[in-house]
Structure formats: C-alpha cells, structure tokens
C-alpha cells in the first residue's frame, strides 16, 4: 500500500515561494513506473490538477495556470517529490494532495485526477 505525506504548507506574501514534499513510503519508485502529482483544492471549489511527473522518464505536466511558475521535481532515492512554487498569487491559496498511481498517460492522469492513493493534504495560504 502506498502511504503519502506531503510536507512544506504555510503563509507566504504574494510574489514569495514555497516548496511542497511528498515523500512516498510502500512504493520504490525506481521500481516502478508510477505517475506521482500535486493536486489542489480551495474552499467551494473542485479539486484540480497542479503538477505531475513520472516517476522513470520525468515526464511532467503542468496546468496552464501555474506553467512558468511551478516546477516539480522527483529525488527517486528518497522516494520523494517536490513542488518548487514561485511567483505565488492569492489565487494559489488552497490545500495541497500528493497522490500517485502506476504510470499510463500523465497528462490525462493528471487533468483529470486518476490516481489511487492520496495524502492528507498541507495547506497553502498566500496572503495580498
């Protein structure tokens, strides 16, 4: 079973950065082909897709709105993920999901949120 822990959540000004983790326990990521991603929710929202990458090859995607922004990287030693945010806006407030999944199309995967095992979320909040 895979278990997810993401790390890195707070209060940040807007225009400032922060730096999410996901660290991965149950899954070698070496070993396997797995689609790992960044999902966020705001209040009275839907959760969306953010940011995913493969786990082997480092495919990645990313949502229009934070493209130029974001940047996720994966440290397959540590069986952990991160998410690289800069430029932050009021409107990237939300809760931050690691989840991951086996590997199949990351773009699709990510754009429509097909993964298995999620984390308990970490909570960003940019303030104006």
């Known amino acids: 079973e895979v278990q997810l822990a993401e790390s890195g959540g707070g209060l940040v000004q807007a225009g400032g950065s922060l730096r999410l983790s996901c660290a991965a326990s149950?899954?070698?990521?070496?070993?396997?082909?797995?689609?790992i991603g960044w999902f966020r929710q705001a209040p009275g929202k839907e959760r969306e897709g953010v940011s995913c990458?493969?786990?082997?090859?480092?495919?990645?995607y990313y949502a229009d709105s934070v493209k130029d922004r974001f940047i996720i990287s994966r440290d397959n030693a540590k069986n952990t993920v991160f998410l690289q945010m800069n430029s932050l806006k009021p409107e990237d407030t939300a809760v931050y999901y690691c989840?991951?999944?086996?590997?199949?199309?990351?773009?699709?995967?990510?754009?429509?949120?097909?993964?298995?095992?999620w984390g308990q979320g970490t909570q960003v909040t940019v303030s104006s």
């Open positions: 149950g899954v070698t990521f070496d070993d396997n082909d797995y689609a």
């Open positions: 989840a991951a999944d086996f590997h199949e199309d990351i773009a699709i995967q990510c754009s429509k949120l097909i993964f298995g095992s």
């Open positions: 990458i493969s786990s082997t090859d480092g495919t990645t």
